[in-house]
């Protein structure tokens, strides 16, 4: 038997765009619990009243999006078919697509070269495999399969930034940093620390690192299973970029994170 699923008709709202928000949410939960939820459990999860999820609940029965399962609710027939359905239409889109469109937003609102770069095999190096170029006359050159090493990157530091401390000590101990530009961290303590930082704040930056000039803001790309696609960047010239380093952070961290959505990172 399933809780009252009355509710007064204050609560009957239909569609307004509060509502399709709490259906997603709901939706959500349910997919990611073990075992089926009460309309309580599902109220304090959701931080929302027994009614208004009631009416929700109640709909979403009519459509088998939901059953009833000994006094709580879990996911029926009518969500599996649609996850199936939506599961079929990524396969017709190809996640490149998904990731060039994402770069090609970030570029028309950075104003900036925008560049997708992934860690070489051996753990050392990064490859720029993709870019969308700025529309300046002077901007930041770079061809798809450059590689860069990653202690000086921003891409490279935020790739880095996923793994444990552990294999980031063994990865600066392993490549022994080089100075590229006057101002390139090679320390040991240094470097860690920026690595470190970058994970926290969930991106990299990183200003005349590389290259003389340049200033890097990245952030990374994870897909359905959480497993990271590559790092978004923003490379821009540094003296275009000074002032706007709060801005293209998170313009970057935004755009990295809908690009892992629309990859059904969760």
């Known amino acids: 038997m399933t809780e009252d699923l009355a509710s007064p008709p204050e609560d009957r709202r239909a569609a307004s765009p509060q509502s399709v928000t709490r259906v997603i949410r709901l939706l959500e939960v349910l997919c990611a619990s073990a075992a089926p939820l009460s309309l309580a459990d599902l109220s304090r999860r959701l931080d929302t009243p027994k009614s208004s999820l009631a009416a929700l ?16 609710w879990r996911l029926g027939s009518g969500a599996f078919g649609l996850a199936s359905a939506i599961s079929e239409a990524r396969r017709r889109l190809q996640s490149s697509d998904l990731i060039r469109d994402g770069m090609r937003r970030l570029a028309a609102r950075a104003s900036e070269t925008v560049l997708l770069a992934v860690g070489d095999s051996d753990g050392d190096q990064l490859t720029y495999v993709d870019l969308v170029e700025s529309r300046h006359a002077v901007r930041y050159a770079v061809a798809a399969g450059d590689r860069r090493p990653l202690y000086a990157t921003a891409g490279g530091r935020a790739l880095l930034a996923t793994c444990s401390p552990e294999a980031v000590a063994n990865y600066l101990k392993r490549v022994r940093p080089e100075r590229l530009t006057a101002n390139t961290a090679t320390g040991l303590r240094e470097l860690t620390s920026e690595i470190e930082a970058a994970r926290q704040a969930g991106f990299a930056q ?14 990374v790309i994870r897909d359905a299973a959480g497993a990271v696609v590559g790092a978004l960047v923003i490379a821009a010239p540094s003296a275009r970029a000074q002032g706007r380093l709060v801005e293209l952070a998170r313009l970057v961290q935004d755009e990295a994170a809908a690009i892992s959505r629309s990859l059904g990172f969760r």
């Open 57 to 72: 609940l109640r709909g979403l029965a009519e459509e088998e999006f939901v059953v009833p399962a000994d006094g709580a």
């Open 206 to 219: 990183t200003v005349d690192q590389a290259a003389e000039g340049v200033t890097g803001t990245a952030a």
